[in-house]
């Protein structure tokens, strides 16, 4: 049976305007791939909310789970949440649940709960909220949507919360074997290679480094022996000489 | 006016699977904010014939230039070429002019032109090459799409042989002030002073360093002197104590 799928949903501009590069997605994926999760797509989009909410309504119908990240803070140009409100018919406002966290933390930290903290408190109507041990603002599920901080330590965390809450598959297992030797010289075993074991993906990933071409063969499945098996066979097609 | 849309379409599973992390988007980021191009959704899909030719379709359709990287190499699971005349509903084999550039880069290398690299030429019709000047192999053009290589330094020479030829828009400019304050602290202001500022993007990049919050506000804009004075009422807004 194939593993349930998985898709991202980066909001903001930051990735975008070539700023910063991205570290949530490179994280979702190592751990979605640990159970056996298959992350199937990512999307980036900028604080736009028609792009948002489209891009939420298409996740949402062709995956099996969605996790956004960014946009749920307090400042104008957080409008994650009211997007998802709106992708989803529900209706929106600083819910008591989450208010509650917020007043008790700041209260802690001796900080005055102001109108723009007051935001990280506007849940969906329905929503689960998702535990924030980081900095208390909580994330929510909506429906098999997951919202959550763009802020690396506070998305991780979040992710934390929701895996256990997820069925997964079985763990996708690899073994990379790198090969020396330009791309043209081994397609043709290596795609044989792959018509022999059609329940492995076999991936070739080009690299080029001091002028020489070479290949790193990446053998993913879910059957260990089978990866093992394929990848000495490979190992026997292209002898280091 | 508002300047050109771009959209990118990464193609393969090795970011997905979280082998890697993606060198191509932060290149293409930067150099299309330089020319006044605006990047505005990045697609990221697997090996997977239909994905990829929904995703080339969708975005084709919505944004007026479209970038793709990966899957135009010579194994088996290079498909992108194919998936692009699928998309386009063009006949696709190998084009007599890419089959003269690998002949005569690979006489010179003294490599056999075998049938894997063969698959280099599979070009659509219609389709107009795009200059590889790192190794040869091409990329190309169809209607608004450019199909590019994912090995960094080929894509990054592509990019440089389709940006000439694109209409670019006013050049994007930034300022960035970090403010080593919560956000929720800042929120208020800022959202007034983005309020001021229709024609200014005002973005808050959220931070925790040694367990304090801060965030690096960035003002982006195609009017530098508009720029320069927000940042000032920014910088007044909230000096250093």
Sequence with gaps: ?????AAMLVIGDEI????????????LANELTKIGITLSE?????????????????LSTSFDTVFTSGGIGPTHDDITADCIAAAFGLHIDVREDARALLA????????????????MARIPDTATLIDNPVSTAPGFTVQNVHVMAGVPSVFQAMVA???PTLVGGAPLLSQTLRINRGEGDIAGPLGKLAAEHPDLA??????QKDGA?????????????????????????????
């Design 104 to 119: 008790a933390h700041y209260k802690r930290a001796g900080t005055e709960l102001n109108e723009a903290r007051l935001r």
């Design 42 to 58: 990512v999307r980036i989009v900028s604080d736009d909310a028609p792009a948002i909410i489209a891009a939420v309504k298409a």
């Design 213 to 241: 071409y070479g290949s790193n063969i990446v053998i993913r499945g879910t059957d260990g022996t089978a990866i093992d098996a394929a990848i000495l066979k490979l190992a026997a097609l292209f002898p280091e000489t």
């Design 1 to 5: 049976m194939a593993n349930p799928t």
């Design 161 to 163: 919360s929701v895996l």
């Design 202 to 207: 076999i991936g070739s990933y080009p690299f």
């Design 16 to 27: 975008l305007s070539g700023r910063t590069r991205d570290a949530n997605m490179h994280h």
